[in-house]
C-alpha cells in the first residue's frame, strides 16, 4: 500500500469518526432531553428548545421538563468531551495506551478536607480544590514513576498511578470516617453524576475547559511527535519538556474541572480514547476531536439510561460509566495482553 493511499485512508476513517460521533452526540442530546421521570414528545422537545432561546416560560408541562434538562444535558456534553480529552492527553504524553487521567483520587482528597476542615459547599470552592489536588497527585504520580534507570517509562508510570491512587483514596478515608457530616455530604458527590447541573455552575467551569482544550489541539502534532520517543521528537525540533508539561497541565485542568462540578466519573476518559484509536489510528490530530465527540455522547447517554431505569429516582452517570466501563477495561487488557507497556 503506497503512502497516498493510507493517508487518503486515514482521512476517510477520520471524517467517518467526526460525522458519525456528530451524529451520537445529536442522538445523545435528543434522548436526554426526551427521557426522564416523563417521556416527551419531539414536539415538546421543539417547544421547550423554543422557551429556552427566546426567553419565555414554556407552558405545557413537556415543554417545562424539556426546560429543566436542557442545563443538566449541556453539561453532560462538556465534561463527558472534557473528560475524553483529558485521557487522551494523558495516554499520549504517558505512550501508555491503556492510561487514564488519574487526578480524580487527588481532587477528591482536597475537596474532601475542604469539606471536612473548612466546611466548603460552593462549586467555585471544589473548583480551586481539585485543580490544586489534581495537579499534586499529577506530580506526585511522575515523580514517583521517574525514580530509577530509565525514567519516566509507561509501565512505571502505571504502577505509580495506581499506588498513588490507593494510598490516596486511604487518607480519604481516614478524614471522612471520623466525620459523619461530611461523609454524608460526600457520598453523592463522590458517585459523579451531571445531577446537580446549574447554570451558574457551568459558567464557572466552561471558560477553563474552552481554555484547556484549545491548548490540547493546538499540541496534537506535538503529542504525534512524543509517540515516536523523546529522542526522535527532539529530532523532529519539538520541546520535549515543554509540550509534556504544557499538555499535562491542560489534561489536569480538564479533568479536575469535571471532578469539581460533576464528581469524579470514572472510565469516560479511559475507554474513549482508546476506542478511537483502534478505529482513526494514532493521529492525535484526529484522535482528539473525535474523542471528544464520543465523550460527549458516552457521558449524555449515560445519563439519559440512569434516568431511565433508576425512575422514579436515577442512577448516577458514574454508575452508569463505572458498570460498562469494568468490563470494556478487562477487555483492553486482554486484547493488548499489555503489549504497549
Known amino acids: 500500500m503506497t503512502s497516498a493511499t493510507a493517508r487518503t485512508r486515514r482521512s476517510a476513517r477520520t471524517i467517518w469518526g467526526v460525522a458519525g460521533g456528530v451524529v451520537l452526540v445529536a442522538v445523545g442530546v435528543t434522548v436526554s432531553l426526551a427521557f426522564g421521570s416523563r417521556v416527551v414528545s419531539i414536539a415538546e422537545i421543539g417547544e421547550g428548545l423554543r422557551a429556552f432561546v427566546s426567553g419565555d416560560t414554556a407552558q405545557e408541562i ?35 495506551p491503556i492510561a487514564d487521567p488519574g487526578v480524580n483520587t487527588g481532587a477528591a482528597l482536597f475537596v474532601v478536607c475542604g469539606m471536612a476542615f473548612f466546611g466548603m459547599s460552593s462549586v467555585f470552592s471544589y473548583l480551586g480544590l481539585a485543580l490544586a489536588g489534581g495537579a499534586l497527585a499529577a506530580v506526585v504520580v511522575y515523580l514517583v514513576g521517574s525514580v530509577g534507570a530509565g525514567g519516566a517509562t509507561p509501565i512505571k508510570l502505571a504502577l505509580a498511578g495506581a499506588a498513588v491512587t490507593a494510598s490516596l483514596s486511604s487518607l480519604v478515608s481516614a478524614v471522612l470516617l471520623p466525620r459523619a457530616a461530611a461523609m454524608n455530604e460526600f457520598r453523592f458527590w463522590q458517585v459523579g453524576g451531571t445531577g446537580g447541573a446549574d447554570w451558574s455552575s457551568i459558567a464557572i467551569v466552561a471558560p477553563l475547559i474552552a481554555v484547556a482544550a484549545i491548548v490540547v489541539f493546538c499540541l496534537a502534532s506535538g503529542m504525534n511527535s512524543l509517540a515516536l520517543g523523546d529522542d526522535v521528537a527532539r ?15 491542560a489534561g489536569v485542568v480538564l479533568c479536575a474541572a469535571v471532578t469539581a462540578v460533576a464528581g469524579p466519573i470514572a472510565f469516560v476518559g479511559l475507554m474513549v480514547p482508546h476506542a478511537v484509536r483502534l478505529v482513526v489510528g494514532p493521529d492525535h490530530r484526529a484522535i482528539l476531536p473525535i474523542s471528544a465527540l464520543g465523550g460527549a455522547a458516552l457521558l449524555t447517554i449515560a445519563d439519559t439510561i440512569g434516568r431511565v431505569i433508576g425512575s422514579p429516582g436515577e442512577i448516577e452517570a458514574g454508575i452508569i460509566t463505572a458498570f460498562v466501563g469494568a468490563p470494556v477495561l ?6 493488548t495482553r499489555m503489549r504497549a507497556l
Do not use: C, D
Not at 417545562?64 to 494523558?90: F, K, Q
Not at 529530532?235 to 497541565?249: E, N, Q
Open 330 to 335: 478487562v477487555a483492553i487488557a486482554r486484547r
Open 235 to 249: 529530532g523532529l525540533g519539538v520541546h520535549v519538556g515543554r509540550t509534556r508539561a504544557l499538555a499535562a497541565a
Open 62 to 96: 413537556g415543554a417545562i421538563a424539556v426546560a429543566e434538562r436542557i442545563p443538566r444535558t449541556a453539561l453532560s456534553v462538556i465534561a463527558g468531551a472534557a473528560l475524553a480529552l483529558s485521557g487522551g492527553v494523558m495516554q499520549a504524553i504517558t505512550r501508555n
